[in-house]
């Protein structure tokens, strides 16, 4: 089993910013890709970022430039750096891993959300 703790999320003003983190835990032999997304009230859940093994990142539209996702593989842990926020942002974040296992192979988790409100 694989277990994703989420931490970061919180109230901040507009143009401020917020550093998510995302530690997976349980018998990991290998990581592929860690992403965040994120569902703001009322619409679907969309990608924000993505890394992939290699380092190769992915990044919707709305995060360019603003956002960056990194990862420290020694840790198992992803990060978002989030900067420039405006009110849009505002929704639950959720970290999303796969990889293998060591026992069960293939897995693909999702963390249980923090919430990130971006308001004066």
């Known amino acids: 089993q694989v277990q994703l703790v989420e931490s970061g999320g919180g109230l901040v003003q507009p143009g401020g910013s917020l550093r998510l983190s995302c530690a997976a835990s349980?018998?990991?032999?290998?990581?592929?890709?860690m992403g965040w997304y994120r569902r703001a009230p009322g619409k679907e859940r969309e990608l924000v970022a993505a890394i992939f093994s290699g380092g190769t990142t992915n990044y919707a539209d709305s995060a360019k430039g603003r956002f960056t996702i990194s990862r420290d593989n020694t840790k198992n842990t992803v990060y978002l750096q989030m900067n420039s926020l405006k009110p849009e942002d505002t929704a639950v974040y959720y970290c999303?891993?796969?990889?293998?296992?060591?026992?069960?192979?293939?897995?693909?988790?999702w963390g249980q959300g923090t919430q990130v409100t971006v308001s004066s």
């Open positions: 999303n891993v796969d990889g293998r296992t060591w026992t069960s192979g293939y897995f693909d988790t």
């Open positions: 349980g018998s990991i032999f290998r990581i592929n890709t």
